[in-house]
């Protein structure tokens, strides 16, 4: 949902990559984070596949789990932080 955001909100901006500063920052920072959502669904994604191997995960072997959570964790917090800087700040 997220990337289908970003890739409309793309298309109707009317913004070109080298119009200003302010375009070329907020492509970088939204296409960098977008590439990072992609490789969380990725890495969500291969957790879900291996989960279906019988024994793959236990209760004691679960670390490909927990990497996965604290990456996906990691890229809400910096959407947080995008968000607040591109969106709510330039308002002000």
Same mark, same amino acid.
């Given at each position: !949902?997220?990337?289908?955001?970003? #890739?409309?909100?793309?298309?109707?901006?009317?913004?070109? *990559?080298?119009?200003? #500063?302010?375009?070329?920052?907020?492509? &970088?920072?939204?296409?960098?984070? @977008?590439?990072? &959502?992609?490789?969380? &669904?990725? $890495? =969500?994604? @291969? !957790? =879900? +596949?291996?989960?279906?191997?019988?024994?793959?995960?236990?209760? !004691?072997?679960?670390?490909?789990?927990?990497?996965?959570?604290?990456?996906?964790?990691? #890229?809400?917090?910096? +959407?947080? &932080? *995008?968000?607040?800087?591109?969106? !709510? $700040?330039?308002?002000?």
């Amino acid at each position: !949902v997220f990337l289908g955001g970003q #890739v409309y909100e793309y298309m109707t901006l009317g913004y070109g *990559l080298t119009e200003n #500063v302010f375009a070329n920052c907020f492509y &970088v920072m939204t296409g960098f984070h @977008g590439l990072h &959502v992609f490789l969380g &669904v990725c $890495l =969500i994604l @291969g !957790v =879900i +596949w291996r989960s279906r191997r019988e024994g793959h995960y236990s209760n !004691v072997k679960h670390t490909g789990i927990e990497m996965a959570e604290i990456y996906w964790h990691f #890229v809400d917090i910096i +959407w947080i &932080v *995008l968000f607040l800087l591109i969106y !709510v $700040l330039t308002l002000f």
